[in-house]
């Protein structure tokens, strides 16, 4: 079964914090993504990555970067956390052959205070 | 840029009811995504269509794809308290290659005991 974990399940941080989030697959997929999910909005693209060192904006990159390093591990980060970015954010790796279906990560709830 | 617009936000429904949850695109889809997320849980891939018409069954969830590609169905028939949950549709970006899918924005699904 493919796995995608998320570094943290619930995570406090004050404004102005640099914030690390990170996601790892064990499935060796190319292409991993970033959303972020708010009630009533769905999920929004942050970010996402096709491959190593290779990123893409999405949707929603303000206030946001990412790093891919390693194939099996997709860092978002929040250079300067702000009351705006407490979310739930959710990672997810995409099979290329198929159904593309993407595997999500459990998430983590972000609040910034 | 593509819009994916889902109807109702919300969903009441007696044990037993039957439920149905509407996507339309802004623009003709290759195929068409449908995730459920549990309370408190992530997305998870339900199934995916591709052909112009189609129709496809899960025991009692039934998923159809428009004529025109364009719209999508999710019929529940009488519904279990286990079907609780948010229900998304997703199309793939247009453009060669692209892995990143628009989500509606859900219908969240409650279920009267």
């Known amino acids: 079964d493919v796995k995608v974990t998320q570094s943290s399940r619930y995570l406090v941080k004050r404004t102005g914090e640099k914030v690390f989030l990170e996601c790892v697959q064990d499935?060796?997929?190319?292409?991993m993504f970033w959303y972020r999910q708010d009630p009533g909005l769905g999920l929004r693209l942050i970010y996402f990555?096709?491959?190593?060192?290779?990123?893409e904006k999405g949707d929603i990159p303000e206030g946001y970067s990412v790093s891919r390093e390693k194939k099996e591990r997709f860092s978002l980060i929040l250079e300067s956390a702000s009351t705006n970015q407490t979310s739930m954010y959710l990672c997810?790796?995409?099979?290329?052959?198929?159904?593309?279906?993407?595997?999500f990560g459990p998430g983590t709830r972000l609040t910034v205070l | 840029g593509q819009q994916v617009m889902q109807i109702p936000q919300y969903q009441h429904v007696q044990e037993g009811e039957d439920f149905t949850t509407y996507c339309n695109s802004s623009?003709?889809?290759?195929?068409i995504q449908w995730y459920k997320q549990r309370p408190g849980g992530h997305p998870v891939f339900l199934i995916q269509?591709?052909?112009?018409?189609e129709v496809k069954k899960q025991k009692r969830l039934t998923f159809q794809f428009g004529e025109a590609k364009k719209n999508s169905s999710l019929h529940i028939t009488a519904t279990q308290t286990t079907d609780v949950g948010t229900y998304f549709c997703?199309?793939?970006?247009?453009?060669?290659?692209?892995?990143?899918?628009?989500f509606g924005k859900g219908t969240k699904l409650s279920v009267i005991p």
């Open positions: 499935m060796d997929h190319e292409n």
């Open positions: 997810a790796s995409i099979m290329t052959s198929g159904y593309n279906e993407q595997f």
């Open positions: 623009t003709t889809l290759s195929n």
């Open positions: 997703a199309g793939p970006h247009t453009g060669a290659g692209s892995y990143q899918l628009t």
């Open positions: 269509l591709v052909k112009s018409g």
């Open positions: 990555s096709y491959d190593v060192k290779m990123k």
